[in-house]
């Protein structure tokens, strides 16, 4: 037996730390409720419960909320979990523009706020980074501006940590690869940790989004879901038993560079797979030229399609069949092999997402055992920075689960 296949035994903090969160969540679900009915519901014995608790207490994550009389002899406290008094940034990065959130514990936004990219013929990249650090600031700052400095409050209330949905390859904090950003080899959750002190947590926007929909939207209460996003490029999140899947080195739900052929074996891929140049391929005759840059994003072309097919334009339906046909081998490839029992259509397909459901369970229904269910987002695009919020939240506050 090698030292890997070991298992890993709990050490005392770890332990302690589990308890806590059993305690945090049993409050957070049924607060406020006295100590002696968290040692019921917990099985936790009275000096673990006494003393735990008055660290929560200490600490501001949980307070008094008056007392129990319920039972005979001296009321006991009741106590709460506190949501209110600290909050996390949320942020969704697009090829255009950042949209930043402060949300509470509870999962109440207090703020939110865009910022469209000044690109003024800069570097791009670089142009994108440059916003995203003045959105930061701003609103670490409590929306006052300003440098950011270390920690900070929004409105008044203490930031305690930031999450950042990104389109692109992101592992531990680090984006190895967003074309659409034009960012490579980005430590965009250390930039960030240097410019405000606070703890940072980076994620892809798809992995972002499936985590909502699973919490939060049409995949709650599913054993397994995928979030398909059409936005500036296709990508998908893949959500199992209450976690996010994301593969050797994050790169899970690429499926843009599913290959669609034999013939894919004469090119190589680097910026962009080959599923995702036939998808942009289909929809190029909707690409908007008209403004300071090309808008190559696959998402507002297909919605120029559709409107192009609803007013009669016969080489925009063939458009629209082609692009359904590739949209419907990714959904049979993740099928077959993940078998989810959910597929929820995101991004840009939103607006047309009855016509796409029915587009693709015709593809798919006989075509691969057990198609899965496929659904419209109902979260919209409020999908990914509520996905981020939600991560953001966990890891703020310090959950640890016995796995």
């Known amino acids: 037996m090698s030292v890997s296949d070991i298992p890993r035994t709990a050490t ?13 969540d049993l409050l957070r679900a049924a607060g406020p409720i006295s100590r002696r009915e968290i040692r019921e519901r917990t099985g936790l014995g009275s000096a673990t419960v006494e003393r735990l608790t008055q660290a929560l207490i200490e ?18 406290s009741l106590l709460r979990y506190v ?17 930043g959130r402060i949300v509470d514990l509870a999962g109440t936004v207090l703020h939110e706020q865009y910022l469209p990219f000044r690109f003024d013929g800069s570097d791009p990249g670089a142009a994108r980074l440059d916003g995203l650090l003045e959105l930061v600031d701003t609103l670490v700052s409590g929306g006052q501006g300003g440098s950011g400095g270390h920690g900070g409050s929004g409105g008044g209330t203490p930031v305690i940590g930031i999450g950042i949905a990104l389109p692109g390859i992101t592992d531990d904090g680090h984006v190895t690869k967003a074309s659409e950003l034009e960012w490579r080899d980005v430590p965009v959750a250390d930039i960030l940790h240097e410019r405000t002190g606070l703890p940072v947590l980076a994620e892809n926007d798809a992995n972002a989004t499936v985590y909502g ?10 054993e397994s879901a995928i979030a398909l996003v059409l936005g500036t490029g296709i990508g998908a999140g893949i959500a199992s038993e209450g976690r996010i899947h994301r593969g050797f080195r994050s790169a899970a739900g690429e499926v843009g560079y599913l290959l ?11 910026d962009h797979g080959d599923t995702e140049n036939a998808i942009a391929a289909e929809l190029a005759a909707w690409v908007d030229r008209g403004g300071p840059h090309v808008d190559r994003r696959i998402g507002p072309a297909f919605r120029r399609m559709m409107t192009a097919v609803e007013e009669g334009d016969v080489v925009a339906g063939q458009a629209r069949d082609e692009f359904f046909d590739l949209i419907g081998l990714v959904c049979a490839a993740i099928s077959v092999v993940i078998a989810p029992s959910v597929i929820v259509l995101a991004g840009a397909f939103g607006q047309y997402s009855a016509l796409s459901v029915d587009q693709l369970s015709r593809r798919l229904i006989g075509r691969i055992p057990s198609p899965p269910r496929l659904v419209a987002s109902s979260l919209g695009f409020d999908a990914a920075i509520t996905g981020i919020s939600a991560l953001a939240i966990e890891r703020a506050r310090g959950a640890t689960y016995l796995v």
């Open 213 to 222: 929909e699973y919490l939060h939207g049409a995949a709650r209460g599913e």
């Open 83 to 99: 949501s209110t008094g600290r909050a996390i940034l949320a942020i969704d990065v697009t090829e255009a523009n950042a949209r």
């Open 59 to 76: 600490e501001g994550q949980i307070e008094i909320a008056g007392l129990d009389r319920s039972s005979p002899g001296r009321p006991s």
């Open 260 to 270: 669609t052929s034999t013939a894919s074996f004469s090119r190589y891929f680097t």
């Open 12 to 24: 005392t903090r770890d332990v302690t730390e589990i308890n806590r969160t059993a305690i945090l």
